[in-house]
Every structure is written in C-alpha cells, then in structure tokens.
C-alpha cells in the first residue's frame, strides 16, 4: 500500500515525502500537504485509509455517492479535504486520480481577491 501510494505521489512534479504526524505524507514543492497515508488506521477510523485535498464540492459529491468508500475526515474535513478508506479492493486507478486532483488543488496558486495597484 505505503509503495503504491509513494509512487503514484512521487510521479508528480516537486513532490517529497516526510513523515507528518508520525505518518507517510506528501508535500507540493516541500511546503504544502496534499496527501496523507493512515495505513494502520487513525483515531476513530481503524482502518487503512488516506486524506487527500480535493476540488471543492469534491468531498460532499464522493460522500454522497459512496459512503462506504469515502468519508469527511477529522482535523482537515472542515477544509474540503477527502478520506479514502484502503481496505478491501482498493481501485489503484481511481486513487491515483484523487491524488492528481488533490496535487492540482494544492499546487495551484490561489488568485487574490483583491487587485493591487
């Protein structure tokens, strides 16, 4: 699980892995989080799981769709951020695009609201 994830995250442009947390995690250009590995479960979800930024509106539409797959997870939930559960058959796939996504939505710089002169 840990060296799929690591691949699949690792193919992305200025991407590293370090710990966050005491868990595997992945950082755009070293400073932005996109991708964390929960392989033994953490806190209430005891079960292999991963969080991942996502799209807005992303979180709620996966959610609602599958719930058995996807889930709001705790400390980053509130930010959109979405919980994939890795028990089971897991659709390597399908995981791969959340973390192209969750890349995306990271990496992308956020355009200010205000115009400076």
């Known amino acids: 699980m840990l060296e799929e994830l690591r691949r699949i995250c690792m193919a992305l442009p200025e991407i590293t892995e370090r710990p966050s947390h005491g868990a595997p995690t992945w950082f755009v250009r ?60 897991v659709d390597w796939a399908e995981i791969a695009e959340l973390c192209q996504d969750a890349y995306e939505t990271v990496a992308t710089p956020k355009k200010s609201a205000s115009r400076r002169p």
């Open 30 to 89: 070293d400073r932005r989080t996109f991708v964390t590995l929960w392989e033994h479960g953490h806190h209430d979800n005891q079960f292999p799981h991963l969080w991942c930024a996502a799209p807005p509106g992303a979180q709620q539409e996966l959610i609602a769709a599958a719930p058995e797959r996807f889930f709001r997870p705790p400390y980053v939930g509130h930010r959109g951020w979405l919980g994939v559960r890795l028990d089971g058959d």
